[in-house]
């Protein structure tokens, strides 16, 4: 029996029924689905071999870059984290997806992938200072009225969503660029950034902008542009 076989017959016995788990080989074909993952995805019984990410249809969309994260896992050894997205009959559902290498130590080679789905209910989750960090705004402001006030392009709405994870304006344009299929210049993410957002949210800085933001409810809203699945490394 080798280290991955003995991994999964592990991992059967601990993983959690509501657990949404899947372990894949080097060439990302499934060698597990942990039962939440089969039951959800409507994977009957355990058979799925030679299945891969194009078979899971919340994700279909996202295969070739499952695949590629998959590789870079196994190249670099290092746990990886994305924001991703999964379409469940039409309704847009995040989470945080974590990869982790295993590594037969026996022979010191990476043999598989372990991917760790972790549901999303607010994105002010990937600003963990942000209880510490928030700005005090007057307690008679109606964050609703005020969000319904504040009229943004889908582009804005984009940006904002990638600096409520605290990503840097030069991260921000390589998100952009991946999700538009377009070559935005990072001056364009910059002076969208403070020239239009900042004046929007009548605020300052950067900091101001995702503190403001998520007072106002913008860490629960996904973009329009997002209609379609998506996943963003985080770390």
Partial sequence: MNYLQQYIQALDMVVLKEQKV???NPESF??????????????????YENASYADLQPIKQIAPSCISEDLECLQTRVIQQYLTSQNHNGEIQLYLKQKTPLIDTAIDVAVGVRIDFFPIYSLGHFKPYINQHILDYTPNTSSVYERHEIVLTELEELILFLLIM??????????????????????????????QL???????????????????????ILPRIMVNQFSIRIN
């Fill in 22 to 24: 899947i372990v894949v």
């Fill in 30 to 47: 499934f060698v597990y689905l942990s039962p939440a993952i089969r039951a959800e995805y409507g994977l009957i019984g355990d058979y």
């Fill in 166 to 195: 605290y990503v840097k304006p030069k991260v921000v344009t390589y998100h952009l660029n991946m999700i538009l299929h377009k070559d935005v210049a990072i001056s364009t993410i910059r002076n969208t950034i403070h020239q």
């Fill in 198 to 220: 900042l004046r929007k949210f009548n605020v300052y800085t950067i900091e101001e902008l995702i503190d403001k933001a998520i007072f106002l409810g913008y860490d629960t």
